[in-house]
T-cell receptor, first 113, second 113 residues
Framework: DGGITQSPKYLFRKEGQNVTLSCEQN?????MYWYRQDPGQGLRLIYY???????QKGDIAEGYSVSREKKESFPLTVTSAQKNPTAFYLC????????????FGNGTRLTVT | KNQVEQSPQSLIILEGKNCTLQ??????????LRWYKQDTGRGPVSLTI?????NTKSNGRYTATLDADTKQSSLHITASQLSDSASYIC????????????FGSGTQLTVLP
């Protein structure tokens, strides 16, 4: 079955440590996205990528970094510079970076103490 | 500033009853409006996508309506089931780019037996 796989489902880290969240898709989608979801708020865009080896900052990119070396993979690194990293992180993909429907993974819940 | 407001924030209904969720937006220009269902701890799943010219769109027991003049949408759920318990998220696209999506904070629906 085609879909998006995020791992791990739960992640715990100490403050000051970088952590990388995995996102893999086998939908042959060109565009991929990372969102952050906090209680009582709408999803906010962190980074997006339209094609391999290219990505752009979203609305809340500070303290995060990404790479897009393969079409299928779009990992997100939460760095120690991110002031409030505890959140639910969602990866999504779409056929193109336009009005194509978004397909979401099942998220990674990151807790930093 | 583009905004999407959903009401109510939370709703509790009995199994078998109908309910209607509301979405008001101030996004401009307008390209399309999407409804997603998000189960607890999972990623959102697309229910409908409606463009400017569509007034009503159904997906099984889910029916979405759109009034682009008043910038309002509703999601009607018929004969609710326990599995309908989830957060329902309204998303508006102002143009042809997925990176511009504006997400509402969701309505948390609980269906009781």
């Amino acid at each position: 079955d085609g879909g998006i796989t995020q791992s791990p489902k739960y992640l715990f880290r100490k403050e000051g440590q970088n952590v990388t969240l995995s996102c893999e898709q086998n939908l042959n989608h060109d565009a991929m996205y990372w969102y952050r979801q906090d209680p009582g708020q709408g999803l906010r865009l962190i980074y997006y990528s339209q094609i391999v080896n290219d990505f752009q900052k979203g609305d809340i990119a500070e303290g995060y970094s990404v790479s897009r070396e393969k079409k299928e993979s779009f990992p997100l690194t939460v760095t120690s510079a991110q002031k409030n990293p505890t959140a639910f992180y969602l990866c999504a993909s779409s056929f193109r970076e336009d009005n194509s429907p978004l397909h979401f993974g099942n998220g990674t819940r990151l807790t930093v103490t | 500033k583009n905004q999407v407001e959903q009401s109510p924030q939370s709703l509790i209904i009995l199994e078998g009853k109908n309910c209607t969720l509301q979405c008001n937006y101030t996004v401009s220009p307008f390209s399309n409006l999407r409804w997603y269902k998000q189960d607890t701890g999972r990623g959102p799943v697309s229910l409908t996508i409606m463009t400017f010219s569509e007034n009503t769109k159904s997906n099984g027991r889910y029916t979405a309506t759109l009034d682009a003049d008043t910038k309002q949408s509703s999601l009607h759920i018929t004969a609710s089931q326990l599995s309908d318990s989830a957060s329902y998220i309204c998303v508006v696209s102002p143009g042809g780019s997925a990176r511009q999506l504006t997400f509402g904070s969701g309505t948390q629906l609980t269906v009781l037996p």
